[in-house]
């Protein structure tokens, strides 16, 4: 943490230094799961809504694309429930959870703009995502089906979730597309819609559960996990200096 408020303040002495950055900050509701190739009938997670807010800022390459970075907390949360039945005659039982993925990430993105009105701008961007799990929270079920009938189960434990069973470090693709309204020669209201898809896999297959067992040796851990969200981003940016490039006396120019 005391990394990221280092960078932040790097961020910010650099926006005042340059008269062609931007400074923002942003909010996001978003709808976010958890994609997985888990095909067990007897498994089956929801999405679920969560949010996150940021701080971004924009380096202007030319009239029409910017490089953009910053920092921005992101949550990703699942719901779940899990059928385990031991033998034939037995009644199922239903486990339901939820697991709460707290991160850190660093967009890398290229930011490209077209003019749709005297004050309105369309945008599109994307790229690299860099994520860092600060938390993992929840519920984990992990389990083994038997082999005789995948059907009933052979094992299973719900752990508490801890950060040990997911990878520290992530990797998304994220694009997003969107409007810029400029209020004033100074500010400016960004909206746009995105969606980012984590490259890297969610769950550390290298963890061990309390009982010193790889997690791979349960069925529903030799899947591949990803995240993913779907994010509508609300947010106000500053421009340092006056040579604004899509300030009213410089419009006329691009």
């Known amino acids: ?3 990221a408020l280092l960078f932040l303040a790097f961020l910010f002495c650099v926006s005042a230094s340059f008269a062609q950055v931007t400074l923002g ?12 190739n888990n095909y067990d009938p007897q498994y089956d997670s929801k999405n679920t809504f969560a949010g996150g807010a940021g701080l971004n800022v924009d380096f202007r390459l030319d009239r029409a694309t910017t490089f953009q970075t910053g920092l921005f907390y992101a949550s990703h949360n699942q719901k779940f429930t899990s059928e385990l039945q031991f033998q034939p ?15 850190i990430k660093l967009p890398l ?11 309105t701008d369309f945008v599109i961007y994307g790229g690299p995502q860099l994520g860092y799990l600060i938390k993992g929270a929840g519920g984990n079920v992990i ?3 038997r082999e005789d009938d995948p059907n009933l189960t052979k094992f299973y434990d719900l752990p508490p979730s801890k950060n040990d069973y997911y990878n520290k470090f992530i990797i998304d693709a994220a694009i997003g597309a969107g409007l810029d309204v400029y209020l004033n020669q100074h500010f400016t209201f960004n909206t746009s819609a995105k969606f980012d898809f984590g ?13 010193d067992v790889p997690v791979t040796s349960y069925d529903n851990y030799k899947q591949f996990y990803h995240n993913y969200t779907f994010a509508l981003l609300l947010g106000v940016t500053y421009h340092f200096g006056n040579d604004h490039l899509l300030s009213p006396t410089m419009r006329g120019r691009r």
């Open 143 to 145: 389990y083994t089906r």
């Open 89 to 103: 005659t037995d009644t199922a039982r239903v486990l339901s959870g939820k697991r709460r993925l707290d991160y």
């Open 109 to 119: 993105f290229l930011r490209a703009s077209h003019k749709l009105t005297k004050k």
């Open 1 to 3: 943490m005391k990394k």
């Open 25 to 36: 900050v942003y909010y996001f509701p978003s709808k976010t799961g958890i994609l997985t």
């Open 199 to 211: 490259i890297t896999n969610t769950l550390n297959k290298k963890a061990k559960t309390n009982a």
